[in-house]
C-alpha cells in the first residue's frame, strides 16, 4: 500500500519562503531595473510554461500566455508584497491572463482533438514509450479538459504545482472551502475517467 | 466513530488533512488502506500528464521576445535616465535585424544552389522580380558582411568584460542578445558549406553561454577564469576573424 504517512511526493521544495536574494531582486525590479527582472524571467519561465501549458493543452497558446504574463507582472511588480510568496503572485497573474486568453481565443474543441505534443515535439524528454502510456497521457488531457475551469486550475495548482490550498485558494481569488469543493469535484471526476486505465 | 469520506482521502493524499490521527487509522484498516489505494493508483495516472519540455535557454527567449514590449512609467524615470545613459556606452545590436540577415544569407545560398523557383513563368510573382536578380544575390558577401558586423560587437563585449572587475547589469543581456544570433549565423555558415567559418562560430558559443548565463552569478574566480580565456587567444581569434572577413575576397 501507498503509506498514507509517507507524504513524500508534495516535499518541502514548494516552499513559498522567498530567499532575501529573491527579495533583493523583485526590489530591484520594482524600481525598473530590467535586468533584475531579467533573472525574475529566467528564473520562472520554464514553471509558467509548464502551468501555463496545462491550462491551455497547446504549446503555442501556452508560450504567449507566459510573454503576456510577464509582462502584466512588469507592470504591477510595484504592487507585489514581500511578504506574500513570489511564485504565487506569479501564478496568479499566469491563471488570470491563461483564463482571459482562453475565453478570447480558444475553443474548447481544440482540446477534445489535439493530440498529444510531445508526439511531434523534438524537445519532450520524458517520451511516452508505450501505446499504453500515450493512451494514459490523452486520456488525461481529455479528462482535464472535461473540467470546468475553476475546477482544472484548483487541481493543477495543487496536484502539479503543490501549491497549499490556502495558496491555490488565494491564487484563484477564492475561499478555501470552494476551492476544496472544487479540488474534490475535480479528483472526483478525474478518477472516473482514469479509473478504466488503472488496470493496463 | 466518524465516517472516512473520499475528500478525507483526497486531503490526507496532498497531505492537507487537519486531523494527524487519520494516516495510521487508515494505515490500521483494510476497507480504508485498499479504498486509500484505489485513490493513489488512479491519481498517479495523472502524472502522466506532462508538458513538453523548453530547452535551458527559454527564459532567454522569454526575455528576448518580450524585452521590447516592457513600457516604463514616469515613477522609473530615474532608472530610465540611467538606462539611457548606460545606452551611450553599451554596443548597438538588433536580434531582429541578425535574424533577417542569417534567413536572407540562408535563402540566397538555396537559391543560387538549386537555381530556384522559376518565378518568370508564375503568374504570382511580384512584377519586376527576376528569377536571375534574385539569384544574383551574392549569399557568401552578404554572410560576410553579417559575420563581420556580428564579430565587431562580440570585440566590444569581449573587451569590456576582460577590462571591468565587476559585471554590468547590461552585459550578460548582450550575450545572450550575441548567442542568440552567433547561432544563427554558424547554421547559416553550415547550409553555405563554409566549414571553418562555421566552426569557429562553434568555438565562440561555449564562452557565449557561460557570459549569458554564468558571469553575473559566478564567482570572482570565475569571472577572472574567463577573462583569462578571453585574453589567452579568444579575442584576437575575433579580430583575426572579423579582418578575414572585411577583406574584399574572402576565402575562409
Known sequence: MHHPANLSRHPSVYTSEMTQTEQKIIRKAAKGDRAAFRQLVLEHSHAMFRLAWRLSGDESIAEDIVQEAFIKAWRKIGEFRMDASFKSWLHRITVNTAMDYLRKHVRRKQFETAEPEWETNEHAAALPDTDTQIDISRQTQAAMMDLSEAERTALLLKHYEGHSIEEVAHIMEITTGACKQNIFRAVKKMRVALRPLVAT | ?252
Open chain 2, 1 to 252: 466513530m466518524r465516517h472516512i469520506t473520499d475528500e478525507d482521502l483526497t486531503l490526507l493524499y496532498y497531505g492537507e488533512h487537519e486531523d494527524p490521527a487519520l494516516a495510521v487509522r487508515v494505515a490500521e484498516s483494510e476497507e480504508l488502506s485498499a479504498r486509500y489505494d484505489a485513490l493513489c493508483a488512479e491519481l498517479k495516472l495523472a502524472d502522466a500528464y506532462q508538458p513538453p519540455l523548453r530547452g535551458d535557454d527559454y527564459g532567454a527567449e522569454v526575455w528576448q521576445r518580450i524585452s521590447s514590449r516592457l513600457g516604463e512609467n514616469d515613477s522609473r524615470s530615474t532608472v530610465r535616465f540611467s538606462a539611457w545613459l548606460a545606452s551611450l556606452v553599451q554596443p548597438r545590436f538588433s536580434l531582429a535585424g541578425a535574424l533577417s540577415i542569417a534567413l536572407v544569407a540562408a535563402l540566397a545560398f538555396m537559391l543560387g544552389r538549386n537555381g530556384g523557383p522559376d518565378i518568370n513563368n508564375d503568374p504570382m510573382a511580384p512584377k519586376g522580380v527576376t528569377t536571375m536578380a534574385m539569384v544574383d544575390i551574392d549569399s557568401d558577401r552578404l554572410l560576410n558582411r553579417s559575420v563581420a558586423t556580428h564579430l565587431e560587437q562580440v570585440n566590444i563585449v569581449l573587451t569590456q568584460f576582460v577590462n571591468t572587475s565587476e559585471t554590468s547589469t547590461n552585459e550578460t543581456e548582450h550575450a545572450t542578445d550575441m548567442l542568440v544570433a552567433n547561432r544563427l549565423y554558424r547554421q547559416a555558415a553550415e547550409a553555405q558549406g563554409n566549414q571553418k567559418l562555421a566552426a569557429f562560430l562553434a568555438d565562440l558559443e561555449p564562452l557565449l553561454i557561460e557570459l549569458a548565463y554564468q558571469a553575473q552569478s559566478g564567482s570572482a574566480a570565475t569571472r577572472e577564469r574567463m577573462q583569462q580565456e578571453i585574453k589567452d587567444g579568444l579575442l584576437f581569434r575575433v579580430r583575426v576573424m572579423n579582418n578575414q572577413l572585411n577583406k574584399p575576397v574572402i576565402s575562409v
